[in-house]
């Protein structure tokens, strides 16, 4: 069946540096949508990508989806504590509502 | 307020019982989603409903059952058979195109512990 992984597991920042979260599908996606969950939350969509290469900013997060559309990256530029929480993909393939979940990164931001 | 709604928060339930999870929704969305979530890991995918009476199977279905007679409502049964139950369960919903998912919307999650 369809496999979403990302690495890395776990990333610990300094505040101020960058970070990246890559995303690998084992099948091709529709689409790619980014969530992020915090401590104790629940998931809460971020954004959604559709297009082959595509890429979109949200004020320090910049989002891109492969041209093969089986894979993703969230960039965050310049972190703050805020930015703390495990950050997901999620997709599925064509002509289905089957929406996988990648296996998260958990970003911690030390101040 | 539209959205949607887990209950309850908290679950105690005997090892051999059988638990229902509620889920509801009002934002007249016909996909919706059961996930488990055990501590530091991701998402796994129980079940999912594209529309009102039907179903489909996730990842990890064997112990669980659903139903979805309204498209409000998609609860999530925890029989006896599941052999580790005791988890994070997070119940979503989105409007469903057909090969074209939308954003997920998720409800509060329901921590089951089950002694």
């Known amino acids: ?111 | 307020d539209g959205g949607i709604t887990q209950s309850p928060k908290y679950l105690f339930r005997k090892e051999g019982q059988n638990v229902t999870l509620s889920c509801e929704q009002n934002l007249n969305h016909d996909a919706m989603y059961w996930y488990r979530q055990d501590p530091g890991q991701g998402l796994r995918l129980i079940y999912y409903s594209q529309i009102v009476n039907d179903f489909q199977k996730g990842d990890i279905a064997e112990g669980y059952s659903v139903s979805r007679e309204k498209k409000e409502s998609f609860p999530l049964t925890v029989t006896s058979a599941q052999k580790n139950p005791t988890a994070f369960y997070l119940c979503a919903s989105s409007i469903g195109l057909r090969g074209m998912n939308t954003e997920a919307f998720f409800g509060q999650g329901t921590r089951l512990t089950v002694v």
């Open chain 1, 1 to 111: 069946g369809q496999q979403v992984m990302q690495i890395p597991q776990y990333q610990h920042v300094q505040e101020g540096e960058d970070f990246t979260t890559y995303c690998n599908s084992s099948t091709t996606l529709s689409n790619i949508q980014w969530y992020k969950q915090r401590p104790g939350g629940h998931p809460v969509f971020l954004i959604q990508l559709v297009k082959s290469g595509e890429v979109k900013k949200q004020k320090r997060l910049t989002f891109q989806f492969g041209e093969a559309k089986k894979n993703s990256s969230l960039h965050i530029t310049a972190t703050q504590t805020t930015d703390v929480g495990t950050y997901f993909c999620a997709g599925s393939g064509r002509g289905t509502d089957k929406l996988i979940f990648g296996t998260g990164t958990r970003l911690q931001v030390f101040p």
